[in-house]
């Protein structure tokens, strides 16, 4: 059974990915002990990606794809007529820059699919991701959470503008999808709902 969770008109099904995600090849992960921790060298800042990794990726000549924002940047002239197609999509992690692909797009609105891969959830940059993309870049399209996302995370990410949920392989989609529930009127405004509740509610005197 499919891991993908969409809305539609906020109803929410499990559905079959039409779409190809393009991995980045492996590569020798460099690290160093700070504060007693292995720290990777991506979490510092520096490039994460090498030439050799976004060089050596391999493109799909047919169907829709999703590939990473480094392959995407520097290899868009091979993309062009998949573009002109509606047939690439865009995923990044969640310590890339937004500001990196909005560079390199002239209408964020060509791209019919964002994803953003968590690859450890650690923290709420993800949430971040989606309501910039949604309410500073006006991102319309479908925005997709994939990687380590799990059911008590899929209310806020919906929140945070996010339409489709690629739920962790080990995990069931059935059972995710009534995460989406988990709260009936949420006090705080968001990308869904901007207004807070005390003026969605008319209280009287």
Do not use: C
């Amino acid at each position: 059974m499919s891991n993908l969770i969409a809305l539609q008109n906020d109803t929410a099904n499990i559905v079959q990915d039409e779409w190809t995600l393009v991995n980045l090849p492996a590569t020798q992960v460099e690290v160093r002990k700070q504060a007693g921790k292995v720290v990777l060298f991506k979490l510092t800042g520096e490039a994460s990606v090498a030439e050799e990794q976004v060089k050596n990726t391999i493109i799909p000549e047919t169907g829709k794809i999703i590939v990473p924002l480094r392959v995407f940047i520097a290899r868009n002239q091979e993309l062009t007529q998949k573009l002109a197609k509606g047939e690439v999509g865009v995923w990044l992690a969640t310590h890339e820059l937004i500001e990196d692909l909005i560079a390199n797009v002239e209408d964020i609105n060509t791209l019919p699919i964002i994803a953003i891969f968590v690859e450890r959830f650690a923290d709420g940059r993800i949430f971040s991701l989606g309501t910039l993309l949604r309410t500073r870049h006006h991102f319309k399209n479908e925005l997709r959470a994939f990687g380590d996302v799990l059911r008590d995370q899929l209310f806020f990410l919906k929140r945070s503008g996010f339409n489709s949920f690629f739920i962790r392989q080990d995990r069931s989609a059935q059972e995710a999808i009534a995460g989406l529930k988990d709260f009936s009127a949420p006090y705080q405004g968001a990308v869904d709902e901007p207004r807070p509740a005390f003026t969605r509610y008319n209280r009287g005197i």
